[in-house]
């Protein structure tokens, strides 16, 4: 006899035979065995999945077939044996044959009746199991569409009904349009199922699941409830799908389903419908039907071509549809595209010399490295060598390793299976006509679905990783590579792969152009304009489907109770724990690894760290930016605005100005991003000798996680008092807070430093997107040049340049300054100290760890090191002008918000502290504003205050900068009092009992301060933030629109809560990004003129690169930190200023004030007098636009300390 036993745990249903009366298999102990069968009795075990409902009635099912067989079994009655010659026994009373006979019969009768049950119980299930057949005719609401689409007779049917839905006007407007949502949350809620829709059709138009779509929109469309949330777009999309097929008759469904919903065709409509026209080749008749319906509906044929985009193919097949109704048409020809910004007339003006610089290597070699960067990105991830100390391979290393590999293979074939359940049970939820992951599961092949997977579950860490987490990275992995395959699907790959390798001839060091240009007007004109980018997925979709994800590594990956051993029975327990844990006082959901894995980890020691593709440097020139969605990256698409995922607003914003406004950014994004890279190697090798030899926190080189303190030892006693413990609790916090920042820190190190290695012999680049504000960043976020001193230190500019005459000179002065010795003095002394010391910079070239080790007590002291090393060797050159530098060489704003300030305002007495006016030595404004801050003390001395006469003698340039340098960008009085508590804790010195009263007292006189020195700054503040008040309290996100024309809105709104429920633990995500929430009016008002402020000097720094690019040089920036060659830096600081004075001329806040009038007070949303009253208030804030002083601009030509 057997019976049929089903496991469910973690890892899902299991089905183990065994047979009855025997001992239990190993697989099922430790388990409590109840009505659904054994379940592990571990409190750290996952939370069992939610079964489907047709998943128990497989059960049930399986197990009362096991049953019968049971019970026939017990029913026989007789047994084949070996024949043996027994006497005859007695006969049986006659009342004992009736006994057994009656319970024969009984046992007969309950056989039948439980066979009769089961068969019934069968059908329902099978008939229930069985997929649903996908509908394509829809059921449609109006009886005079549903008789036009019933009608028969008709010649050519399904043209004729074409016809006839298109002369049919919408009886009624969307129900949506009818009747909005009143409650807010419940409009959020239809919103997001509509965006869930729209996901699901697309994708399911990319996975060739279009029947599948067609099933669900008609099911969806049939139930009036759900009618209501569909929208024009997902009918288009259906539309576009079988116009690609040439399926008229389903194309025409879809149209009836439309015009019964009460929506009018828009232009994407009638493309479908003509594209699919123009595929079967229909008769002209019905294509100038639809034709003359277009212009009936106020649409252009000119408007196919000019506001759509498609794919080559699907513009033949409109254009040979459209030609057959109008032989003479032609598609009209994009007209030029011109930037007509002041700022930039000189950019794009076709006269005057130009010299744009070319990339030092040949066109072949540029051709090989853009293959090795095509297959990277389509590859998706690569593997780096780490730099941590490799393993003695001793045995225990390679048992590990080769346990794991075992593991791994195991848990692929486990994955894989479970992963084909979960698409069959989705397809079956799909059948029923409702939208589920099903097609978001297909779009990658299971072997990539696993390996991306496997990826997820090497790199978690020890400590675990929460669920929301790892379910969005997941959900955004799927997303990306997604992408990339779409772009192979639709040919965009072979497309890409002519274009680019003809652009390579502007940029390569052996080819000629007829015309030099832009890279983005190079790229234009070599073909059409790219394909618009695949639509984001919604982020609660997003999250669901990592969630699901997460779920499958849960359930399928397991390992033996016993790993690491041989010994004991081989039960097979969970790898990933589901736990809850709680951070900064919020109880989150974790999925923690089971300690024994991590051991493996350790001892395996494996040496390679794995990276997403869009992680690392490009190995060839990026593409250029051409628009919003169109740069960078050669496949993995790539915002031309950072942001929060999710926040669809600035993308909106982009894609709704014109073209032509972006291209100053483009433009400079671009020409970043062609900046040629490589890795300093002496520099690499000294790093490296100090990271493995425990860091250096001197050096700014992080120590291991074994240098971190270690907490208390032993076990109190149990009469410790109560303070006692306490302070050990407090004590155990803050060295596993320590140690955990340490390991966040080495980490990071590690990233750089294994990248730097792995590129040392190459040349790379890095390509540049922006942020809101239109301040650039790289992409790659480990190794790039906006990281710390060691990380600067790393890069070099792939191209050198001779020093020239003066070269070397900026090179000592630039290591001057990267020594923080001589701020306050003048560029001569700067040179004479450099040449004064020369002996120390020498041997900090020569014996950088063994020498006098002067390099070290500099501010900067890697970047110190490299530019003692590159002194030394043009010094000791044959020709030290023509000595090849490849070293970047800096040229800094003098705390340049408050730069910009000034020259708003006109404020001469502000200019003069910010070196805007010319001087014989460099104006330092927070030593200034120390000086004053020291004033006032000595005023509160003679008055007796307490706290003054502490801080005698501790009022320093450093306890007030970084308070200053943040005052302009917004820091508040509580901010600016913990900063300058930071600086006096690190003062040995200083009583801390005093640290609170002495803070608190010196972020007052630090504001009373800059209140004095700049009461022009202080006044546009609060212009800025006042108007930005008004518009926030009106119902406004804070908008306005750079100096070159880029669309900026705050993306400051109220948070919005949102859960994703079901699966292992439902998730709650906060989102301070919607823009449809009303805006935080505090954040708002504080960010604006920060936001402002920054808006302008990425404008400046814009401008400097776009005419630094034209006149040949090489510049990047770090914000308001420019680099170029040292024999470049005369030309550079020329650019930079004129470009400031430039910028400045525009009557920038009088502008500011037009474009936030037209924006926010000529339209009221409301006529309510509330409001009314509050947009007068607004209209006569931005009228009073601040007064400006009398400094001159044109003075900052003269100023040499302005950038230095």
């Not at 080559?312 to 048409?329: G, H, I, S, V, W």
Request: glycine content about 4%; proline content about 7%; some cysteine.
């Amino acid at each position: 006899m057997s019976a049929l036993c089903w496991s469910r745990g973690a890892a899902g249903f299991r089905r183990t035979l065994r047979l009855s009366g025997c001992t239990r298999p190993a697989a099922l102990e430790g388990t409590m065995v109840g009505l659904g069968g054994p379940r592990r009795s571990s409190s750290a075990s996952p939370r069992e999945l939610d079964r489907r409902k047709d998943w128990g009635l497989a059960e049930l099912l399986e197990v009362l077939e096991a049953r019968v067989r049971q019970l026939q079994a017990e029913s026989l009655s007789e047994m084949m044996v070996k024949r043996v010659k027994v006497a005859q026994a007695p006969t049986v009373p006659t009342r004992w044959e009736q006994k057994l006979n009656q319970d024969k019969q009984k046992m007969q009768n309950r056989q039948q009746r439980i066979e009769k049950r089961l068969q019934k119980h069968s059908q329902k299930l099978a008939q229930k199991l069985k997929p649903r057949p996908l509908r394509l005719e829809p059921q449609l609401l109006s009886e005079e569409l549903a008789g036009c689409l019933q009608q028969e007779g008709l010649q050519s049917p399904w043209e004729e009904r074409l016809e006839q839905v298109l002369q049919k006007a919408s009886e009624k407007l969307s129900v949506k349009m009818q009747a909005p949502p009143d409650d807010q949350e419940e409009e959020e809620h239809v919103s997001a199922r509509q965006r869930n829709m729209l996901a699901f059709l697309e994708c399911c138009l990319t996975t060739d699941h279009l029947p599948l779509a067609h099933h669900v929109l008609v099911s969806q469309h049939s139930m009036p409830r759900r009618r209501q949330l569909l929208t024009l777009t997902m009918y288009n999309i259906v539309m576009l799908g079988w116009a690609r097929k040439g399926s008229l008759k389903e194309l025409v469904y879809v149209f009836f389903m439309m015009k019964d919903a009460g929506l009018s065709p828009d232009l994407l409509s009638y493309a479908a419908a003509l594209q699919c026209l123009g595929r079967v080749n229909s008769d002209v008749h019905t294509i100038k039907r639809c034709v003359k319906q277009m212009a009936q509906d106020g649409l252009q044929l000119q408007q196919l071509f000019t506001d759509l985009a498609m794919p080559t193919e699907e513009r033949a097949a409109l254009l040979n549809a459209l030609l057959k109704a109008q032989p003479d048409f032609s598609p009209p020809q994009a007209p030029p595209q011109v930037n007509t910004s002041t700022l930039l007339k000189d950019i794009y003006a076709q006269d005057g010399p130009t010299s744009y610089p070319r990339l030092p290597l040949p066109l072949k070699t540029l051709q090989d490295l853009f293959q090795e960067q095509l297959r990277m990105e389509l590859e998706a991830n690569i593997s780096v060598e780490s730099v941590e100390k490799a393993p003695k391979l001793d045995r225990p290393v390679l048992e590990a390793r080769k346990t794991l590999k075992a593991l791994r293979a195991q848990w692929e074939a486990a994955l894989h299976r479970v992963l084909q359940e979960t698409k069959a049970r989705m397809a079956r939820e799909a059948h029923q006509g409702q939208p589920s992951l099903y097609p978001f599961l297909c779009l990658l092949s299971e072997k990539d679905l696993v390996g991306l997977l496997m990826q997820a579950l090497q790199a978690l860490p020890s400590q675990g990783e929460s669920l929301m987490f790892l379910a969005h990275d997941l959900g955004i992995r799927v997303f990306n590579r997604h992408a990339v395959q779409q772009k192979q699907r639709n040919h965009q790959l072979q497309e890409l792969e002519q274009r680019y390798l003809r652009y390579l001839h502007l940029l390569a060091s052996d080819t000629q152009v007829a015309t030099p240009c832009l890279p983005r007007q190079y790229w234009e004109a070599l073909g059409a304009p790219d394909m618009p980018p695949l639509q984001p997925w919604p982020m609660p979709l997003l999250m669901k489907l990592g969630r699901h994800l997460a779920e499958m590594l849960v359930q399928a990956v397991e390992m033996p109770h016993n790993l690491g051993t041989s010994q004991g029975s081989r039960k097979l327990i969970p790898v990933l724990y589901h736990v809850y844990s709680f951070r900064s006082f919020r109880q989150i959901g974790i999925l923690k690894p089971h300690p024994a894995y991590t051991q493996l980890l350790a001892t395996a020691a494996e040496s390679t760290l794995n990276f997403e593709s869009t992680d690392v440097p490009m190995l060839c020139p990026p593409l250029p930016w051409t628009s919003s969605h169109t740069g960078a990256f050669l496949l993995n698409p790539t915002k031309l605005m950072r942001g929060v995922d999710g926040n669809l607003q600035h993308q909106r914003l982009l894609e709704s100005c014109p073209a032509t406004d972006l291209h100053g950014a483009l433009d400079t994004l671009t020409q970043l991003g062609n900046c040629a890279w490589r890795v300093n190697g002496r520099l690499l090798d000294l790093v490296l000798e100090v990271f493995l030899d425990k860091g250096s926190v001197r050096l700014g080189v992080p120590p291991p996680v074994s240098e971190a303190p270690q907490p208390p030892e032993g076990v109190l006693p149990p009469n410790t008092p109560p303070a006692r413990k306490a302070e050990v609790r407090r004590e155990l916090a803050h060295c596993l807070k320590v140690a955990r920042e340490m390991h966040s820190l080495r980490m990071e190190a590690l990233y750089r430093l294994s990248l730097a290695q792995h590129l040392r012999s190459r040349i790379f680049w890095l390509p540049h997107n922006m942020d809101f504000r239109g301040r650039t960043y790289p992409c790659p976020p480990h190794f790039n040049h906006l990281g710390s001193d060691l990380a600067r230190s790393l890069l070099q500019f792939a191209e050198g340049r001779p020093l020239g005459p003066q070269g070397l000179d900026w090179l000592k002065i630039h290591l001057v300054n990267l020594t923080g010795l001589k701020k306050r003095e003048s560029l001569k002394a700067r040179l004479a100290f450099a040449n004064q010391v020369m002996e120390d910079i020498l041997d900090s070239a020569d014996r950088p760890m063994t020498g006098k080790k002067w390099w070290m007590k500099a501010d900067e002291p890697w970047q110190t090191l490299a530019c003692c090393i590159e002194v030394a060797q043009a010094v000791r050159s044959p020709d030290p002008t023509a000595y090849i530098s490849h070293l970047p060489v800096h040229q800094d704003g003098s705390c340049n918000g408050l730069q910009h300030y000034a020259a708003l305002g006109r404020d001469s007495i502000g200019a003069a502290s910010v070196n805007l006016l010319p001087s014989d030595l460099p104006q330092d404004v927070y030593s200034e504003v120390a000086a004053k801050v020291e004033v006032f003390r000595r005023e509160d001395v003679k008055k007796g205050v307490l706290v003054a006469q502490v801080l005698e003698g501790f009022i320093s340039r450093k306890v007030v900068k970084q308070t200053v340098m943040t005052v302009v960008y917004g820091v508040t009085r509580y901010g600016g009092r913990l900063q300058i508590e930071k600086r006096l804790r690190e003062l040995d010195s200083f009583p801390q009992e005093f640290i609170w009263e002495a803070s608190h007292y010196l972020v007052r006189l630090v504001f009373k301060s800059l209140q004095e020195m700049f009461s022009g700054t202080r006044a546009i503040q609060h212009w800025l933030s006042e108007s930005a008040r008004l518009i926030s309290q009106a119902g406004y996100a804070v908008e306005w629109v750079t100096p070159l024309g880029i669309p900026v809105v705050q993306p400051y709104h109220h948070d919005v809560k949102y859960q994703v429920p079901g699966g292992i633990q439902s998730i709650t995500c906060t989102s301070t990004v919607d823009s449809r929430q009303k805006p935080n009016t505090l954040k708002q008002k504080n960010g604006f003129p920060p936001n402002f402020i920054h808006s302008l000097d990425s404008a400046h720094m814009m401008l400097t690169a776009l005419h630094c690019y034209r006149k040949g040089l090489t510049f990047v920036s770090v914000h308001d930190c420019f680099w170029t060659h040292a024999a470049d830096i005369p030309v550079m600081n020329q650019v930079c200023r004129e470009q400031f004075i430039h910028l400045h001329s525009q009557p920038i806040l009088q502008d500011l004030s037009t474009f936030l009038q037209k924006r926010f007070c000529d339209n009221p949303r409301s006529h309510k007098p509330s409001e009314r009253l509050l947009l007068s208030q607004l209209q006569n804030r931005l009228k009073s636009v601040p007064q400006t002083g009398d400094f001159n601009l044109e003075q900052v030509k003269h100023s040499k300390y302005f950038f230095s």
